[in-house]
């Protein structure tokens, strides 16, 4: 297998963006290897990331699950750099359960990256998830200090709570184990991800900053102001914060904010074929109120961001046309 810029892991590789990460590292010369969750009852169709510019020369699929941290030793050995990406989306199944399975998946996966002695830098996917749950009210914007109060969070009872507690709890764990065992991590902290996607699975993020377009109205609550980056930019950001090597600890990763009102009133104009509410009946919404994230750290640090709320919409919609979502 031809190495170019050298081999890296990227696991949860048919995900959203794990897929996307995978897509501009091959871009960028990298060999990959990608790890899949094995279905011994149904073979996954792998073609949409086997037909990437790239990946018949420098693309390896391995099959690994985060239950089994140990599955994952293959994939990573003999890499310079880890992506990990992979997370439990269980919504519904015990929070104990689903953060267990995430720490301990993440934790094995740092160990083997000591173990292969060749991993230079883990980047860890994040999420909004762990900065943006602060039970302080008053707090109108969150920088890398934030934490998500995890007591908080349990009393909120969501679908989404577990989630959010173990994004929280296994992002922590992930930075204790690297200070501990002086392994250089960096994690990526997205608010929601939205674009095209590469993955056939409609992404849940996308989904719901659509809401307005697909009349999903029990999500307009989660999007009455929501923090929104490209999946574009994630990615570029993840390669970004690997190949810097001066770069330490979380780094947000958000471009832009907008109200319901304002996506309702931005959708309509762009595309007048979608009805969408009213603006008494938007105005009438008791939204979550989340703050604001500054990714003033990873600007500072030279990164630029390259889309912005209109193509994001815009880059979602043509994509959600083209495999027979809208």
């Given at each position: 297998?031809?190495?170019?810029?050298?081999?890296?892991?990227?696991?949860?590789?048919?995900?959203?963006?794990?897929?996307?990460?995978?897509?501009?590292?091959?871009?960028?010369?990298?060999?990959?290897?990608?790890?899949v969750r094995s279905h011994p009852e149904q073979k996954k169709d792998l073609s949409f990331l086997t037909s990437l510019p790239g990946a018949s020369e420098r693309l390896q699929i391995f099959y690994a699950d985060l239950s089994n941290p140990e599955s994952f030793d293959a994939a990573i050995?003999?890499?310079?750099?880890?992506?990990?990406?992979?997370?439990?989306?269980?919504?519904?199944?015990p929070e104990e359960i689903v953060t267990k399975t995430a720490v301990d998946g993440a934790i094995g996966i740092l160990k083997a990256c000591l173990k292969s002695k060749t991993v230079k830098r883990v980047?860890?996917?994040?999420?909004?998830?762990t900065v943006q749950f602060t039970s302080n009210k008053d707090v109108e914007e969150v920088d890398e200090r934030f934490w998500s109060d995890v007591d908080y969070l349990k009393t909120l009872k969501s679908?989404?709570?577990?989630?959010?507690?173990?994004?929280?709890?296994?992002?922590?764990?992930?930075?204790?184990?690297s200070d501990k065992n002086g392994l250089d991590v960096v994690t990526v902290i997205p608010s929601f991800v939205v674009g095209p996607f590469i993955c056939p699975k409609l992404p849940g993020s996308v989904r719901t900053t659509l809401a307005l377009v697909f009349g999903n109205e029990e999500e307009y609550a989660f999007i009455s102001n929501v923090s929104m980056v490209h999946v574009d930019d994630v990615a570029r950001a993840h390669i970004f914060l690997f190949e810097h090597g001066d770069a330490k600890g979380r780094y947000n990763c958000s471009s832009n904010e907008i109200t319901i009102e304002?996506?309702?009133?931005?959708?309509?104009?762009?595309?007048?074929?979608?009805?969408?509410?009213?603006?008494?009946?938007?105005?009438?919404?008791?939204?979550?109120?989340?703050?604001?994230?500054?990714?003033?750290?990873?600007?500072?640090?030279?990164?630029?961001?390259?889309?912005?709320?209109?193509?994001?919409?815009?880059?979602?919609?043509?994509?959600?046309?083209?495999?027979?979502?809208?």
């Amino acid at each position: 297998m031809a190495t170019g810029k050298g081999i890296v892991c990227v696991t949860g590789g048919t995900g959203f963006i794990g897929s996307w990460i995978i897509l501009r590292l091959l871009d960028h010369g990298y060999s990959v290897r990608t790890t899949v969750r094995s279905h011994p009852e149904q073979k996954k169709d792998l073609s949409f990331l086997t037909s990437l510019p790239g990946a018949s020369e420098r693309l390896q699929i391995f099959y690994a699950d985060l239950s089994n941290p140990e599955s994952f030793d293959a994939a990573i050995e003999g890499c310079t750099g880890v992506f990990h990406v992979a997370t439990p989306l269980n919504f519904g199944e015990p929070e104990e359960i689903v953060t267990k399975t995430a720490v301990d998946g993440a934790i094995g996966i740092l160990k083997a990256c000591l173990k292969s002695k060749t991993v230079k830098r883990v980047v860890y996917t994040s999420s909004a998830a762990t900065v943006q749950f602060t039970s302080n009210k008053d707090v109108e914007e969150v920088d890398e200090r934030f934490w998500s109060d995890v007591d908080y969070l349990k009393t909120l009872k969501s679908f989404w709570s577990s989630y959010a507690i173990s994004k929280t709890l296994t992002e922590r764990a992930v930075l204790e184990f690297s200070d501990k065992n002086g392994l250089d991590v960096v994690t990526v902290i997205p608010s929601f991800v939205v674009g095209p996607f590469i993955c056939p699975k409609l992404p849940g993020s996308v989904r719901t900053t659509l809401a307005l377009v697909f009349g999903n109205e029990e999500e307009y609550a989660f999007i009455s102001n929501v923090s929104m980056v490209h999946v574009d930019d994630v990615a570029r950001a993840h390669i970004f914060l690997f190949e810097h090597g001066d770069a330490k600890g979380r780094y947000n990763c958000s471009s832009n904010e907008i109200t319901i009102e304002k996506m309702a009133e931005l959708l309509s104009a762009k595309y007048p074929e979608f009805k969408m509410p009213s603006k008494d009946f938007l105005k009438e919404i008791k939204g979550y109120k989340f703050p604001s994230m500054s990714s003033k750290k990873l600007l500072d640090y030279g990164f630029k961001f390259e889309h912005g709320v209109e193509e994001m919409f815009g880059d979602a919609i043509r994509c959600c046309k083209e495999k027979g979502y809208l």
